[in-house]
């Protein structure tokens, strides 16, 4: 079975850290992170390639979030540290994104279900 699933997701305070996981049951080339807060459209984040050549953070999030990978576990982190209130969102993992300067649903991605972080300030 096909799988992708996000895990890590929590509660934590402001200037907290959370790191999250995104497990695959497949191979796949490029593997992106998104989130959704309430009320607002989809944002992507960070994405990174297999081959560790592309990887991308968006503004919001540079300097505060690391995007890796353990290819052996097919398994890509995203560590996220500083957090913020306004980083409270539900995050998804989706692979067989592109990534480079920017990270996009071809609309051929897979996704996993998310899950939730929610900062307290």
């Known amino acids: 079975q096909v799988q992708l699933v996000e895990s890590g997701g929590g509660l934590v305070q402001a200037g907290g850290s959370l790191t999250l996981s995104c497990s695959a049951s497949?191979?796949?080339?490029?593997l992106g992170w998104f989130r959704q807060a309430p009320g607002k459209e989809r944002e992507g984040i960070s994405c990174?390639?297999?081959?560790?050549?592309?990887?991308y953070s968006a503004d919001s999030v540079k300097g505060r979030f690391t995007v890796s990978i353990d290819n052996a576990k097919k398994t890509v982190y995203l560590q996220m540290n500083s957090l913020k209130s306004e980083d409270t969102a539900v995050y998804y993992c989706?692979?067989?994104?592109?990534?480079?300067?920017?990270?996009?649903?071809?609309?051929?991605?897979?996704w996993g279900r998310g899950t939730q972080v929610t900062v307290s300030s």
């Open positions: 989706a692979a067989d994104v592109l990534c480079g300067f920017g990270v996009r649903d071809h609309g051929l991605s897979r």
């Open positions: 497949f191979g796949w080339y490029a």
């Open positions: 990174i390639s297999s081959d560790h050549r592309s990887t």
